[in-house]
């Protein structure tokens, strides 16, 4: 269709001049922009007799709309100052408010002005006792009524109340507007005018199978904020309507969200595999209404020996051709497929959160935003249907519009909420009632004024009709390396100090932790990882060949010379690839293997598929030998024979995490936790084994602060992880909105330390008895990464009788790799 473009301003009437105020102006075209889409849209009927059609019984007929749009602008425009005209005592009250029966039972649970029936013919044959002509006189009254008081009134656009109103009449016809499209979709195609359509745009090609893959985006999760502030200042007045008041801070874990919405294609999988006749994916009651409503496919789609998709001016699309848009479904529907989804998947697929759906979009990617700002978008009546989803840029996430998203969120109002606006009241509490649930985005037939991050949509979940999408989530619900009363009884001891409250940080890593620290690795501040991967890649081999030199292969028998390579703390291992390739593929054929070692049993099952897909299962299970172990507890689980060589390795900031003052702040004093370390590490030892350990070099203090306190929140998300873990296994009951990530240079110290900031008094407790007050600013202490000179590495590997052979740097000089011989103690 493309926008509906005006020609006429206010300028053309001889009472405006041109030094009229800019205000009246500005609000003068944009309501005449609306209006003559309004009209373009009306428009498309072929009669007037088509006005009395009420293609969905759970709506009220054209006709009624178009008498409810200018009637309820008047409505809002009497609670101006000086405005009180009558245009028809009669229609300005049976075209007030419209419907939204319970889907179920056809009752309309809330006030509304205008009659309504269920039956067909009753309801046509009230209505035909308005007459179109008679409406549209009325609707010309009211529009020559408003053109008057924005010319004339004296309005004050510095007020809050004239803004209310003015955008609640405005963009009450833009969400109008969109019903009119879905009600159009669900009429038989004659009764629209194809004459004054422009849809050339839309090309049919046959769709290439299968499909690319829906990409799962990783998101890290974090503190933000749902909704926006209640604003009484009119020069920074935002308009909201009331149920986006007021902002209420909120926390959202760390999650998985698909790139892009579901398309018909996949959900076509779906319907094939008995999708709406298996009871097992939907809730019972749904089920029955399923059956007994012979509910088939998607509203959009039908079926004559194969299926057919219909928008609004194209109808019976072979399905071939449109396998690659967003699939058009309610709520129940898309449930449906989750739940069959996650059947085949083997672990739970859902609807995201409302705040799951908001962070991801507008905070974390951006994408809509960037979207809004490119013009790349499907909204705004730029077309009348949906678009292909481009795969092509799935490694982010995107979105285009062509249709709202559901979430898994009932409506509700937010922390704080004061009621509706004084103009309208009920407009969105009359749905809080836990059976409507909310929508986001926007579809091609949503206004982009509506396209913000606060809007929210709603509709019951069995409501078919609108245009409406959605996306899967998946949450990480493993549980890693349970916390023990053990565990419990020491995180308790050192939160307690009120001195210095600390959480150690070996607990950062459960499942979601090491999750989100896979997402550390990946920043751009996080200036370790990149170029700690340069320096395997480009010399890998040279330190492969340093050990085989310095350790007398030649005098052994190399089938029998065993090297076992023991990295402590592996993560996820998307840099080893390039260390151990040099192994596995080494013309010297020497038996190696390597043993992933870390606390989280996720991060090993992600190593083992990564390489599995890099270097080949054949190798991974021939040569890798992962262990789910803390460093104390690690040689109870290997085996060892003494005539083998050990190479044990402590890459990334591993060996930062322990501190290199004792508790007398002496520096390398025999107490201090890097010490007791590198003491575990050489007691197990023999001599003319290897260690290889990475160092993090003092550098620029910003530069450091920035890769522990990110722009994106990553390594905030990090450290709130920590107490969500304490709620999750521990039944704490930390609060995180109330608390702020802190992260600063200790110069004295040196190292880099993390905090979480109390911004407020508050009670921590369990159910076993422990309290804890914290005051405001009180902090507790949940990182130190200790940084080093290249003093300090010799001296710390001369007093644990470690002798360096060789060491690699980094291009930038951060991180410098040591490698050392054991010797005799």
């Known amino acids: 269709m493309g926008s509906v473009k005006h020609n006429q301003s206010c300028d053309q009437y001889n009472h405006i001049n041109g030094d009229s105020d800019s205000n009246i102006i500005n609000w003068y075209n944009k309501f005449h922009r609306i209006w003559e889409r309004s009209d373009y849209l009306f428009g498309l009927l072929r009669s007037t007799d088509d006005f009395y059609r009420q293609p969905i019984q759970l709506r009220l007929p054209f006709i009624f709309y178009l008498g409810h749009l200018p009637c309820f602008s008047w409505l809002q425009f009497q609670y101006l100052d000086g405005v009180n005209k009558i245009i028809d005592i009669s229609y300005d009250k049976i075209f007030q408010r419209g419907v939204d029966p319970d889907i179920l039972t056809g009752i309309v649970n809330h006030e509304h002005s205008s009659r309504f029936s269920i039956n067909d013919e009753q309801e046509k044959q009230y209505w035909q006792t308005f007459t179109v002509e008679s409406v549209n006189e009325y609707k010309l009254k009211v529009r020559l009524e408003i053109e008057n008081v924005l010319i004339n009134g004296n309005l004050n656009f510095d007020d809050i109340q004239t803004l209310n109103i003015l955008n609640v009449a405005l963009e009450h016809e833009m969400m109008h507007q969109e019903t009119l499209m879905y009600l159009y979709a669900q009429l038989p195609i004659e009764a629209l005018r194809l004459d004054i359509m422009n849809e050339k745009d839309f090309h049919f090609s046959h769709v290439t199978l299968p499909l690319p893959d829906n990409k799962w985006i990783v998101l890290p999760g974090g503190q933000i904020s749902l909704g926006k502030p209640y604003n009484e200042e009119a020069t920074t007045f935002s308009f909201g309507w009331d149920n986006e008041f007021p902002c209420e801070p909120t926390y959202v874990s760390s999650f998985e969200l698909q790139s892009h919405p579901v398309r018909i294609g996949d959900f076509l999988q779906f319907v094939l595999d008995n999708g709406y006749t298996t009871k097992e994916w939907w809730d019972h009651d749904v089920f029955e209404w399923i059956i007994e409503s012979k509910i088939s496919h998607p509203i959009s789609w039908n079926y004559d020996n194969s299926y057919r998709v219909n928008f609004i001016l194209q109808r019976n699309i072979p399905i071939e051709f449109v396998l690659d848009h967003p699939v058009i479904v309610s709520q ?60 092509c840029t799935d490694k982010n996430l995107q979105w285009q519009g062509s249709a709202f998203e559901w979430t898994s969120s009932i409506f509700r109002p937010f922390s704080g909420y004061r009621g509706s606006l004084p103009t309208y009241p009920g407009y969105s509490s009359d749905f809080f009632d836990d059976h409507h ?79 989100i620290y896979e997402q550390i690795t990946k920043l751009d501040e996080y200036y370790l990882y990149n170029q700690e991967l340069k320096l395997l890649q480009q010399r890998a081999i040279d330190m492969k060949n340093t050990i085989l030199e310095h350790s007398n292969l030649q005098t052994r028998s190399l089938s029998s010379s065993k090297i076992h390579i023991i990295e402590l703390g592996c993560g996820d ?35 083992i598929q990564r390489l599995n897909q890099t270097i080949g299962e054949n190798i991974v299970t ?19 024979d003494s005539s083998e060589i050990q190479v044990v390795m402590l890459l990334g900031s591993t060996i930062g995490n322990f501190s290199s003052f004792d508790s007398n702040h002496v520096k390398f004093g025999e107490n201090s936790p890097v010490m007791k370390t590198f ?56 609060i995180i909105t109330n608390y702020q990530h802190y992260a600063t240079f200790n110069p ?34 949940t990182e130190v990464s200790a940084k080093y000179t290249q003093e300090d590495i010799q001296l710390l590997m001369k007093k644990n009788s470690f002798k360096i052979i060789e060491c690699y740097t980094t291009n930038d000089h951060y991180l410098p790799y040591t490698l050392c011989m054991a010797q005799a103690i």
């Not at 949450?475 to 009363?485: A, F, G, I, K, V």
């Not at 990110?710 to 296994?729: C, M, P, Q, V, W």
């Not at 309290?771 to 202490?781: N, S, V």
């Open 332 to 391: 129940t529907e898309a449930k449906a497929y989750c739940r069959w989804l996650s059947k085949k998947a083997g672990y739970t697929i859902d609807l995201p959160t409302e705040v799951e759906w908001v962070y991801a979009m507008w905070d974390w990617s951006k994408c809509i935003p960037m979207a809004l700002a490119n013009d790349n978008y499907n909204v705004n009546f730029c077309h009348l249907h949906t678009i292909p989803i481009n795969s």
């Open 437 to 515: 649930f909310v929508l986001l985005g926007g579809s091609f037939a949503t206004d982009s004024t509506l396209v913000r991050r606060t809007f929210r949509n709603w509709f019951q979940d069995k409501y078919r009709y609108v245009f409406a999408t959605f996306r899967c989530v998946k949450r990480n619900e493993h549980t890693d390396h349970p916390l023990t009363m053990a565990d419990r009884e020491r995180i308790i001891n050192t939160l307690s100090n009120p001195n210095h409250r600390t959480i150690p940080s070996e607990y950062f890593y459960d499942a979601h932790g090491s999750g």
């Open 573 to 607: 291992g998307s840099k080893v690839e390039a260390w151990l390739s040099s192994w596995v593929k080494s013309k010297e054929n020497i038996p190696i293997i390597y043993h992933p070692v870390d606390i989280s049993q996720h991060a090993i099952d992600s190593l």
């Open 622 to 640: 021939e040569h890798v030998n992962p262990i789910c172990s803390t460093f104390d507890q690690l040689y109870t689980k290997l085996n060892i």
């Open 679 to 734: 003491r575990s590490i050489r007691s197990n030892l023999k001599i003319g084994d290897w260690f290889l350990c990475a160092f993090d070099i003092c550098k620029d203090t910003k530069t450091m602060i920035q890769a522990y306190n990110d722009s994106k929140g990553i390594t905030a998300a990090f450290n709130y992880n920590l107490l969500l873990r304490l709620n999750r296994e521990l039944n704490l009951n930390f």
């Open 748 to 781: 004295l110290l040196q190292q880099m330390e993390s905090w979480l900031i109390s911004t407020k008094q508050q009670i921590i407790t369990d159910e076993n008895g422990f309290t804890m007050e914290l005051y405001p600013y009180e902090a507790i202490q």
